[in-house]
C-alpha cells in the first residue's frame, strides 16, 4: 500500500540531525522561548524576505493574532473563502467578526475576485457590518492572486490576511509567500509542506505597528516586560522543541520544494485528459501541498484506485457554508457556484517529495485504468 503522505522518509534522511536538535533542547531545558526559538524566526525572516516573522502555537492561532492585531471584531466583515480548512472562518468567528463566504475561481482554486467585489458591494449596501479584511487562502499551495487582491483591498480600504497554511515556501511575481498580505499567517501542523512534530505556526509582516502588535498579543498582551500586560492576548507560542526541529527541517525545505514540483510536473503531464486538475496563474510557483485533481463519479474512481493499493483524500469533504455554525454566514451575491461544484468532485493524490518515480508511475497507471474500465 502506498502512503497518501510519508513523513517517514524524511526523517530517516535527517534523523541524526533532528535527534541532536531535540537533545540539545533538552540539554539547555529552555523550552518556552529558547535560543531556539529567535534563530528559527530570523531564519524564516530570511526564507521569506519579511520584515518580520513570529513564531506561535499553531496556524489557526496564528490566524486569530492577525485579525486581532488588525482591530477586527464584532460589527465587523471578513471576506473568505468557503472552500478551505475550517480554521479560516473559525478564526474570524473567534474574534467575534461575521465571515462573508466569497466563490473560487474554478481553475485556481482560489478567491474569484468578481465574486469578491460583488460580497463587498452587498455588504455596504446592507450597511449592518463593516468590511475590515479578506483571508485570501493559498488553497492546496498555491498563492491566490494577490495583484488582484491588494487591487480590491485598496480600493475598499480593506486588509489583506493571507492564510498561508498551505502555501510556504512558494511564490507570486517575483514576491515569496510572507510578502503577499499585510499580514501571512501559516501552520507548522505536520502534514503541511513544512511540518513539524505537534503543532506550530507562524505570523509575518513588514508593517512595524502590526509586528509590535503580534509580538505582545501572542504572549499574554504583554508590555515593557513579563508581569506588564496592556491588552488581552493569547498564550500563543512555538515551543523549543518544534524550533529546533523545524530549523533542522526548514535546511533541506528549498530541495524538497523542487521534489515536490517534480512530482506535480509528472502528474500534469501524465494523468488522464478526463481528470480536471488546479492550474497554476502565470507567475505563481506553488509548493504543492495537495496535487488536487476533480472528475464526476469521484468516488467510483477512487474506489477503483483503493482497490489497487492507491490512496486518495477529498479536502475538503463539507464546504464551510455547510457547516453547523456557519450556515448564517452571509456569502457573496454571485452564489458559491464553483465551490459546490469542486467540493463534489475534487480528491487529491498521493503528494510528497520522497515519492520515488516508481511509486508516481504505478498511480498514473492506476488512474489510466480506473479510466478505462469507466
Ligand atoms: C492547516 C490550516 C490552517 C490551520 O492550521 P493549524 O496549524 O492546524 O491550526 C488554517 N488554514 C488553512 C488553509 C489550513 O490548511
Known amino acids: 500500500m502506498i502512503p497518501f503522505i510519508d513523513l517517514q522518509s524524511q526523517r530517516r534522511e535527517i534523523s541524526a540531525n533532528i535527534d541532536r536538535a531535540i537533545a540539545s533542547v533538552l540539554e539547555h531545558g529552555q523550552y518556552v522561548m529558547g535560543p531556539e526559538v529567535a534563530r528559527f524566526e530570523q531564519e524564516l525572516a530570511s526564507f521569506t524576505g519579511a520584515k518580520y516573522a513570529f513564531s506561535c502555537a499553531n496556524g489557526t492561532d496564528a490566524l486569530q493574532l492577525a485579525l486581532m492585531a488588525l482591530g477586527i471584531g464584532p460589527g465587523d466583515a471578513v471576506f473568505a473563502p468557503s472552500f478551505t480548512f475550517v480554521a479560516t472562518v473559525e478564526a474570524v468567528r473567534l474574534v467575534g467578526a461575521q465571515p462573508v463566504f466569497v466563490d473560487v475561481d474554478e481553475k485556481t482554486f482560489n478567491l474569484c475576485p468578481d465574486s469578491l467585489l460583488e460580497a463587498i458591494h452587498q455588504v455596504t449596501r446592507d450597511g449592518e457590518l463593516v468590511p475590515r479584511a479578506i483571508i485570501p487562502v493559498d488553497l492546496f499551495g498555491q498563492p491566490s492572486d494577490y495583484d488582484q487582491m491588494t487591487r480590491i483591498a485598496e480600493l475598499h ?14 511564490t507570486f511575481r517575483g514576491k515569496n509567500v510572507g510578502q503577499l ?40 498582551g504583554q508590555g515593557t516586560d513579563r508581569y506588564d500586560n496592556v491588552k488581552v492576548g493569547l498564550n500563543s507560542r512555538l515551543d523549543t522543541l518544534q524550533a529546533a526541529i523545524l530549523l533542522e527541517k526548514l ?43 476533480f472528475c464526476e463519479e469521484r468516488e467510483l474512481i477512487r474506489n477503483r484506485l483503493s ?46 517529495p520522497y515519492l520515488t518515480e516508481e511509486t508516481q508511475m504505478k498511480i498514473v497507471m492506476g488512474l489510466q485504468s480506473a479510466f478505462l474500465d469507466h
Request: glycine share 6%; hydrophobic share 35%.
Open 251 to 293: 535546511k533541506i525545505f528549498p530541495k524538497e520544494i523542487l521534489k515536490r514540483e517534480k512530482v506535480a510536473n509528472f502528474y500534469a503531464a501524465k494523468i488522464p485528459v478526463e481528470l480536471g486538475r488546479q492550474s497554476l496563474l502565470s507567475g505563481a510557483s506553488s509548493v504543492w501541498a495537495q496535487y488536487t485533481v
Open 307 to 352: 482497490d489497487l493499493g492507491i490512496p486518495t483524500a477529498v479536502y475538503y469533504p463539507k464546504p464551510n457554508h455547510l457547516q453547523k455554525p456557519y450556515l448564517s454566514a452571509p456569502s457573496s451575491p454571485t452564489g458559491l457556484k464553483t465551490t459546490e461544484y469542486l467540493q463534489e468532485r475534487v480528491f487529491s493524490l498521493p503528494m510528497h
Open 181 to 220: 498580505g499585510d499580514i501571512t499567517t501559516t501552520s507548522f501542523f505536520p502534514a503541511k509542506p513544512l511540518g513539524c512534530y505537534g503543532d506550530g505556526g507562524a505570523i509575518f509582516t513588514n508593517d512595524d505597528y502590526l509586528a509590535a502588535e503580534i509580538r505582545s498579543l501572542r504572549n499574554h
Open 157 to 170: 480600504d480593506l486588509k489583506v490576511i493571507a492564510d498561508a497554511a498551505q502555501s510556504f515556501g512558494a
